[in-house]
C-alpha cells in the first residue's frame, strides 16, 4: 500500500508544527525542505522529529563535500534524504557509504529531474531528448551507485518500473488532487493515479497545508490511496 508524505514547506517553526500535529495521524512522513532547514537548521528539525522525518535536502555538491553532509544530519535521524542524481556516480556513492555509518540509515533517495521542469525547460539548460529519457539516464545512475530509491514524477513511474522493476522506492512529488491549482508544477497527476502508476509514496503539499482544514484534506487523500 501506497504512503503519504505531507510537505510542510514553510520557514515558520511554529506553523510547522501545527501542521505536523494536524496532519501526522493520516500521513507516513513529514517533510521539511531546504526553506525549513536554513531558516531553523538541526534544532527546527528536532523539534518535529517526534514523527518520522523525510529531510529533503537534495544535497549537490562534490562527492567528499556531500558525504561529509549526510554525515552531518544522521544524528537526526530522517527517514528519508534527498540528494541529487545528477551530482554523478562518485557522489552519489559517498552519500550512500556515509549514510550507511548510521545504526539506521535513513532511506537514501536520488532526485531525477525536478517535477517544476518540462521538455523547454531542460532543454533551455542543454538536455536534450525530454524529461523521460534524463529521468532513465539519472535513475540508473543513481541505483547503480547505491541509491535505495529516486524522486520523480508520477509520469514517469510507469517506465522506471519497466526498467528497474520493484527495487527501487519510488516517491513521487507534484501531486494534485482533482482540481487543485498546480502552482509551479509542470509534471502532475492526482493522488490516485499516481499509486496506480507505481508510487511508493505520493508528496502533497500546499494542497493540504493550504487548505482551510488540514487535517481533513490529508485524511481525504490518504482514503483516496487506501
Request: proline share 7%; hydrophobic share 50%.
Amino acid at each position: 500500500m501506497a504512503g503519504l508524505i505531507v510537505a510542510l514547506d514553510t520557514a515558520d517553526a511554529g506553523q510547522a508544527a501545527a501542521w505536523a500535529d494536524e496532519v501526522a495521524p493520516h500521513c507516513g512522513v513529514l517533510k521539511l525542505g531546504l526553506q525549513f532547514f536554513l531558516a531553523h537548521g538541526p534544532a527546527g528539525v528536532r523539534e518535529v522529529t517526534r514523527h518520522p522525518v523525510f529531510l529533503d535536502l537534495k544535497l549537490h555538491d562534490i562527492p567528499n563535500t556531500v558525504a561529509g553532509a549526510v554525515q552531518a544530519v544522521l544524528p537526526l535521524r530522517p527517514a528519508m534524504l534527498t540528494v541529487h542524481a545528477g551530482g554523478g556516480g562518485a557522489m552519489l556513492a559517498a552519500a550512500r557509504r556515509a549514510a550507511d555509518t548510521a545504526a539506521h540509515p535513513p532511506l537514501l533517495l536520488a532526485v531525477t529531474v525536478l517535477t517544476s521542469l518540462d521538455s523547454s525547460a531542460l532543454h533551455a539548460t542543454g538536455v536534450a531528448g525530454g524529461p523521460r529519457q534524463q529521468v532513465l539516464r539519472l535513475a540508473r545512475l543513481a541505483m547503480d551507485a547505491g541509491a535505495d530509491g529516486l524522486v520523480c514524477s508520477a509520469q514517469e513511474a510507469p517506465m522506471l518500473r519497466d526498467a528497474l522493476g520493484s527495487r527501487p522506492t519510488l516517491v513521487v512529488p507534484g501531486i494534485r488532487p482533482a482540481g487543485a491549482a498546480l502552482h509551479d508544477q509542470a509534471r502532475t497527476m492526482t493522488p490516485r493515479d499516481a499509486v496506480a502508476a507505481g508510487a511508493d509514496w505520493i508528496v502533497v503539499g500546499r494542497p493540504i497545508t493550504g487548505s482551510a482544514d488540514p487535517a481533513a484534506a490529508a485524511a481525504a487523500i490518504a482514503l483516496e490511496i487506501a
